[in-house]
Structure formats: structure tokens, C-alpha cells
């Protein structure tokens, strides 16, 4: 018998801690499974049977509605010569994945999760006026929650198209649209609405990065769809305002050249038959010179038109030659009438009233001599005194014919000034 009861001991079979520890775990009285289990179980239910190429929907003939949302951040670049504008954007799409549906309380309460995008449905929404691959960050997730809404959420670096129009430069404005669109889909498999009201996204300038060179006025938007090939496709587009700051345009380039042509003005008061009032104006000249040159990194460049600040540096370049020009006029004209310093010749043939005698008589030759000196004399004196007369009256004509002319340059100067001023302002106020 107790051979018998051993026996039956040493073949009872052993239940190891493992075991109980399972079954412990299958009755619900111990669970040792961690709360991802339930996420990676609701991950593989929702991707076991997901076909990323299939347009999420039940009914086929309904169309996906993409909300779209737009954030604009920064201007980085305006190139007026190649017409691109480089902005940073935060971009959201949002659509119902109607295969991305689940019951939170068979997951333990999960109500959102992130899934790769690789593995769903994403719209195939692009931008119209993309023009090269910006150095935007890889946002590899989106969001999904139990009623099917994925949100997709990312940083866009965008390099578009744009009509700059640099003719106002520094008080310029532009225009820079960003155009959405599906890139297959007709309105009937893919359409497009606003997240937010239009108002809203137009007037949201909190997140614009306001301490740069270009000031956010707006970014109105609008819907609109195009047919095509028999076939209607959604359009969202929005229009991003900019305007550009233009003080250190005004103090580095358009102050210093109203200082130059100031001075260059300031010189008529120079005497005109001074020698120093040309040197004065050339080294006026030589310096506007020197400076446009310094400052050509400044202008902007364009392959359209000229912009106008540079029409404006043009021009008083030009005002600046025509300047030295009456300049050397005016001098010369005042020594056109100037006649070389003759020697004293004591050779001249003297008077014959004052040598001829009443009676010829001798006298010595050197008395004749002292004679002819003194007669020559006063005919240079009375020479020089009629010279002096008309030079006199020359200098006072060529006076007023550089009054006239200074009359005339600050006229012209005025003018130009005035026209320039009303097409920077007619030009800022578009």
C-alpha cells in the first residue's frame, strides 16, 4: 500500500509557477499584461485587413471631405529675379477614415492614436505653385481617433511661385497665392472645405514671426472649383499679403542719396569763377559714385521692370553730371571773353602829338626813349581799364546766366522729387 501510494506521488504530474500564474491570468483574477497591449492590439485590428490605396469609404459614390488649415509662420526669402517666395507654413488636413473605426471600451478606453501615414489613406493634395523642395521636417505620424478622424498635422517649408512686382521697392506689396488642389480626385471622390472660417485664418497673425523684414497684412481665402476633362476638381486657395518694411531701405539708400543732392545744390553758392567750385562737384559726384556701388547688394533684383528707387538713383546720378556741366558752362564762359595779359612792350609807336615838335630841335636819345616808355604806358593802362570794364560786366552776366541755370536744376529737381514721392505712394497704397 505504500509502495502503491508513492507510486501514485511520482506520477502526479507538477504544476510549475508559470502555469498557475497563466491560469491565474485567464480567469481575470491576475493580469500582467501592460496597457500598450491594448494599443497594439487595437493597431493590428484596424491595419490587419487596411488597404492604403483604397479611398476610405463604404459606399463609393460618397466623397472623402478634406478640411484644410493653413498657418503661415515666417517669410524667408523674396527673390524678385527668379519670382519664388520661400514661407514657412503649419499645415493641417483633416478627414474621417471610415476603416479607422473602433469602440474605445473593447480597448481599454483608447480614444486616439498614431498610426505611420506610410500605412493609411493620405489625400494626394499638392500646391499648385510649388516650385522646389524646401527643408521641411519628416512628420512621419498622424492622428487618428475612434470615430474615424485623422488628423494629419505638419511643417511645411514652401518654395512657390509669385508675381513680384519690385517696381514700389521699398514700399512694395505683394500678393503670394497657395493654391491646393487633389492632384487625381474630381469633386466626386475628393473634396475640399476650410477647417476654420475664412475670416478667422485671415486675420490670425499670432503665430507670424512679426520682427522680420516682412509684415503679415492677411491671407484671405477662396473656393472655387475647375472643369476639366468633363470633370469638376476643388480648389482652395490662399492669398498671402505681405508688405515689406521699408526703414532701413529709407535710412541706408534714399537718406543719403537727399543728403548728396543736397550738398551738390549747396555748391551754386560757390563763386563761379572759382576753381574749387568744379573740384568741389566732382568729388560730389565721385562719392554718389562709390557709394550706388557699395550699395548694389541693396537693390533687389528683377527681370521685369527697373524698380523705381533705382530709376531714382539714376536720375540723380544724371542731376549730378548736369550739375557739373552748367559748372564747367559757366566758367567757361566767363574766361571766353578773357583776353591774355599782354607784356608791357616799350617797343609800341608813340603818340605823334605827344613827340611831334613844334619845331625841329635836337634832343638826346634817351629822353626819346623815356618818351616812348611813358606813352606806351598809359595806352596799357587805358587798355586795361576798358578790359576790366567788360570783364566786369562778363562776370555779372555769367552770374545771372548760373541763376537762371541753378533755377532751372532745382526746378527740375523738384519736380522729379514730387512725381517720385506720388508714385511711392499711389504704389504702397494698392
Given at each position: 500500500?505504500?509502495?502503491?501510494g508513492?507510486?501514485?506521488?511520482?506520477?502526479?504530474?507538477?504544476?510549475?509557477?508559470?502555469?498557475?500564474?497563466?491560469?491565474?491570468?485567464?480567469?481575470?483574477i491576475?493580469?500582467?499584461?501592460?496597457?500598450?497591449?491594448?494599443?497594439?492590439?487595437?493597431?493590428?485590428?484596424?491595419?490587419?485587413?487596411?488597404?492604403?490605396?483604397?479611398?476610405?469609404?463604404?459606399?463609393?459614390?460618397?466623397?472623402?471631405l478634406?478640411?484644410?488649415?493653413?498657418?503661415?509662420?515666417?517669410v524667408?526669402?523674396?527673390?524678385?529675379?527668379?519670382?519664388?517666395?520661400?514661407?514657412s507654413?503649419?499645415?493641417r488636413?483633416?478627414?474621417?477614415?471610415?476603416?479607422?473605426v473602433?469602440?474605445?471600451?473593447?480597448?481599454d478606453?483608447?480614444?486616439?492614436?498614431?498610426?505611420?501615414?506610410?500605412?493609411?489613406?493620405?489625400?494626394?493634395l499638392?500646391i499648385?505653385?510649388?516650385?522646389?523642395?524646401?527643408?521641411s521636417?519628416?512628420?512621419?505620424?498622424v492622428?487618428?481617433?475612434?470615430?474615424?478622424?485623422?488628423?494629419?498635422n505638419?511643417p511645411i517649408?514652401?518654395?512657390s511661385?509669385?508675381?513680384?512686382?519690385?517696381?514700389a521697392?521699398?514700399?512694395?506689396k505683394?500678393?503670394c497665392?497657395?493654391t491646393?488642389?487633389?492632384?487625381?480626385?474630381?469633386?466626386?471622390e475628393?473634396?475640399?472645405?476650410?477647417?476654420?472660417?475664412?475670416?478667422e485664418?485671415?486675420?490670425n497673425?499670432k503665430?507670424?514671426?512679426?520682427?522680420?523684414?516682412?509684415?503679415l497684412l492677411?491671407?484671405?481665402?477662396r473656393?472655387?472649383?475647375?472643369?476639366q476633362?468633363?470633370?469638376d476638381?476643388?480648389?482652395?486657395q490662399?492669398?498671402?499679403?505681405i508688405?515689406?518694411?521699408?526703414?532701413l531701405?529709407?535710412?541706408?539708400?534714399?537718406?543719403?542719396?537727399?543728403?548728396?543732392m543736397v550738398?551738390?545744390?549747396i555748391?551754386?553758392?560757390?563763386?563761379?569763377?572759382s576753381?574749387?567750385?568744379?573740384?568741389?562737384?566732382?568729388?560730389?559726384l565721385?562719392?554718389?559714385?562709390?557709394?550706388?556701388?557699395?550699395l548694389m547688394?541693396e537693390?533687389?533684383?528683377?527681370?521685369?521692370?527697373t524698380?523705381?528707387?533705382g530709376?531714382f538713383?539714376?536720375?540723380?546720378?544724371?542731376?549730378?553730371v548736369?550739375?557739373?556741366?552748367?559748372?564747367?558752362?559757366v566758367?567757361?564762359?566767363?574766361?571766353?571773353?578773357?583776353?591774355?595779359?599782354?607784356?608791357m612792350?616799350?617797343?609800341?609807336?608813340?603818340?605823334?602829338?605827344?613827340?611831334?615838335?613844334s619845331?625841329?630841335?635836337e634832343?638826346?636819345?634817351?629822353?626819346?626813349?623815356?618818351?616812348?616808355?611813358v606813352?606806351?604806358?598809359?595806352?596799357?593802362?587805358q587798355?586795361?581799364e576798358?578790359?576790366?570794364?567788360?570783364?566786369s560786366?562778363?562776370?555779372?552776366?555769367?552770374?545771372?546766366?548760373d541763376?537762371?541755370?541753378?533755377?532751372?536744376?532745382?526746378?527740375i529737381?523738384?519736380?522729379?522729387?514730387?512725381?517720385?514721392?506720388?508714385l511711392?505712394?499711389?504704389?504702397s497704397?494698392?
Amino acid at each position: 500500500m505504500l509502495k502503491q501510494g508513492k507510486l501514485e506521488d511520482t506520477e502526479r504530474p507538477t504544476i510549475t509557477l508559470k502555469e498557475i500564474q497563466r491560469s491565474l491570468a485567464w480567469s481575470g483574477i491576475i493580469t500582467n499584461k501592460p496597457k500598450r497591449s491594448a494599443l497594439n492590439q487595437l493597431t493590428r485590428a484596424l491595419l490587419r485587413k487596411y488597404d492604403c490605396g483604397v479611398r476610405p469609404v463604404q459606399t463609393w459614390t460618397s466623397p472623402t471631405l478634406i478640411y484644410i488649415d493653413l498657418i503661415l509662420q515666417s517669410v524667408l526669402d523674396v527673390d524678385g529675379k527668379t519670382q519664388q517666395v520661400t514661407t514657412s507654413i503649419w499645415y493641417r488636413q483633416i478627414w474621417t477614415d471610415e476603416f479607422l473605426v473602433w469602440d474605445p471600451e473593447e480597448f481599454d478606453g483608447i480614444t486616439e492614436i498614431s498610426l505611420s501615414s506610410d500605412t493609411i489613406w493620405v489625400p494626394d493634395l499638392i500646391i499648385s505653385e510649388f516650385v522646389d523642395v524646401g527643408e521641411s521636417p519628416a512628420i512621419p505620424y498622424v492622428y487618428v481617433n475612434s470615430s474615424g478622424m485623422v488628423k494629419n498635422n505638419k511643417p511645411i517649408q514652401v518654395v512657390s511661385a509669385c508675381d513680384l512686382e519690385m517696381y514700389a521697392f521699398p514700399f512694395d506689396k505683394h500678393s503670394c497665392p497657395l493654391t491646393f488642389r487633389s492632384w487625381l480626385h474630381s469633386v466626386t471622390e475628393v473634396n475640399l472645405t476650410l477647417w476654420r472660417s475664412a475670416d478667422e485664418i485671415a486675420n490670425n497673425q499670432k503665430s507670424f514671426m512679426d520682427d522680420g523684414e516682412w509684415e503679415l497684412l492677411s491671407v484671405p481665402s477662396r473656393y472655387w472649383q475647375v472643369h476639366q476633362d468633363e470633370k469638376d476638381y476643388a480648389h482652395i486657395q490662399f492669398n498671402v499679403l505681405i508688405r515689406r518694411r521699408p526703414l532701413l531701405y529709407v535710412v541706408s539708400l534714399v537718406i543719403p542719396s537727399i543728403f548728396l543732392m543736397v550738398v551738390d545744390i549747396i555748391s551754386f553758392y560757390l563763386p563761379p569763377n572759382s576753381g574749387t567750385r568744379i573740384t568741389f562737384k566732382t568729388s560730389v559726384l565721385l562719392g554718389y559714385t562709390v557709394f550706388r556701388v557699395n550699395l548694389m547688394d541693396e537693390m533687389p533684383a528683377t527681370a521685369i521692370r527697373t524698380p523705381l528707387i533705382g530709376v531714382f538713383f539714376a536720375v540723380c546720378m544724371a542731376l549730378l553730371v548736369l550739375n557739373l556741366a552748367i559748372s564747367i558752362l559757366v566758367v567757361k564762359l566767363l574766361h571766353h571773353n578773357e583776353k591774355e595779359v599782354k607784356e608791357m612792350s616799350f617797343d609800341l609807336a608813340p603818340d605823334e602829338d605827344l613827340l611831334s615838335l613844334s619845331e625841329p630841335q635836337e634832343s638826346s636819345p634817351q629822353l626819346e626813349r623815356l618818351l616812348q616808355e611813358v606813352v606806351a604806358l598809359r595806352l596799357y593802362l587805358q587798355d586795361g581799364e576798358r578790359d576790366d570794364s567788360a570783364q566786369s560786366e562778363w562776370v555779372a552776366l555769367c552770374c545771372k546766366v548760373d541763376l537762371i541755370l541753378f533755377r532751372v536744376y532745382l526746378f527740375i529737381l523738384v519736380v522729379y522729387t514730387s512725381t517720385l514721392v506720388i508714385l511711392w505712394a499711389s504704389w504702397s497704397s494698392i
